[in-house]
């Protein structure tokens, strides 16, 4: 298949160069020395024991790429405005476009059960709506990404968790398509576990309550997640912002509890730097409104309390202000 990684970064490097070594035919965008590292040295990956390098084609505009079968959008919730400018050259009659983003997607309220509440207003997601104007309602397939990776050096990407790399993928509706099922066995081919997710907002609520206390609490203390829930009072503070956002899922009809996941951590959690604390100590904006405002516009569309989410995200939101990354 022709496949293109939008934002070939950690994550997008991480699935580019597994993709490229099951065979298919990738290409990634990329930028700045990474994207000069990639076109002469090829997209490494380094992977437990293992160091695979990918040749893929590389590019920072699309282009002169040609129309994808899939196109898989691995930027940060802070960097679809670039998508939304530049993706319409790789769009053919069939493609399909499926976003790989940490918290709540733009486009979650595209396919919602009517049997289902109303999301709140989202449109903070998709300012100006250039992504609903870019990107069809039938173009899109959603996702929920398991990986933890990082860019060592230009081109060289590390995997941290390689028993660890889920992709789960469904469609917005809910619906049995091939399409789902072509990509679900390319990602499997590639060694990467690709459940296919029949309620897809289950997967999305179930990965954000992994992350809602962590990665605000990440850029509070500026440690590892195992570091900081090696205390009991943080520890029970995330344990109660999770509690809270349960509570936002269900008012929202949404029960996370049997969504696939991958193994869980056996040492209090990982010892690298949430994605957020990542972008923060490298001064990249932070995707402050996907994974931390938008639980709260949920809860306070359904009228659920949520103390301690709603403090802890003040202050995360008000540091990351401070630095101008919010």
């Not at 390319?186 to 206390?213: F, H, V």
């Not at 209090?268 to 995707?287: F, I, N, W």
Request: aromatic share 4%; glycine share 10%.
């Amino acid at each position: 298949m022709k496949i293109c990684v939008f934002g070939a970064g950690a994550v997008g490097g991480h699935i580019a160069v597994q993709l490229a070594a099951a065979g298919h035919e990738v290409a990634v965008i990329a930028r700045g020395a990474h994207l000069e590292a990639i076109r002469r040295n090829g997209l490494t990956l380094l992977k437990g024991d293992r160091r695979i390098v990918a040749r893929v084609r590389a590019a920072d505009r699309t282009d002169g790429l040609g129309c994808m079968d899939y196109v898989l959008v691995t930027l940060k919730a802070t960097g679809l405005g670039a998508l939304a400018a530049g993706i319409d050259p790789l769009l053919g009659p069939d493609t399909t476009v499926v976003f790989a983003q940490n918290g709540i997607p733009w486009w979650y309220a595209q396919g919602l059960s009517p049997q289902r509440p109303r999301p709140p207003d989202l449109s903070r997601l998709d300012p100006g709506g250039a992504l609903a104007r870019a990107i069809a309602p039938q173009r899109i397939l959603g996702s929920v990404i398991y990986s933890a990776n990082e860019v060592l050096e230009p081109g060289v990407v590390r995997n941290n968790a390689p028993q660890r790399n889920l992709l789960v993928v469904g469609e917005p509706d809910g619906s049995d398509t091939q399409r789902t099922r072509t990509l679900g066995a390319a990602l499997e081919q590639a060694q990467i576990q690709a459940p296919i997710e029949t309620d897809i907002r289950r997967s999305i609520w179930a990965k954000l309550l992994l992350n809602l206390g962590s990665s605000s609490i990440g850029v509070l203390t500026q440690e590892p997640v195992r570091d900081s829930m090696a205390d009991p009072a943080v520890a029970a503070l995330r344990e109660r912002i999770t509690e809270e956002g349960r509570a936002i899922a269900r008012a929202h009809g949404i029960d996370p509890t049997d969504a696939p996941l991958p193994p869980p951590h056996h040492s209090g959690g990982p010892a690298h730097k949430t994605s957020m604390l990542q972008d923060y100590e490298l001064g990249r904006p932070l995707e402050i409104d996907a994974i931390l405002m938008a639980p709260l516009w949920f809860a306070r569309a359904a009228q659920v309390s949520a103390p301690s989410l709603e403090a802890v995200v003040a202050l995360a939101a008000h540091k990351a202000a401070a630095r101008k990354l919010y």
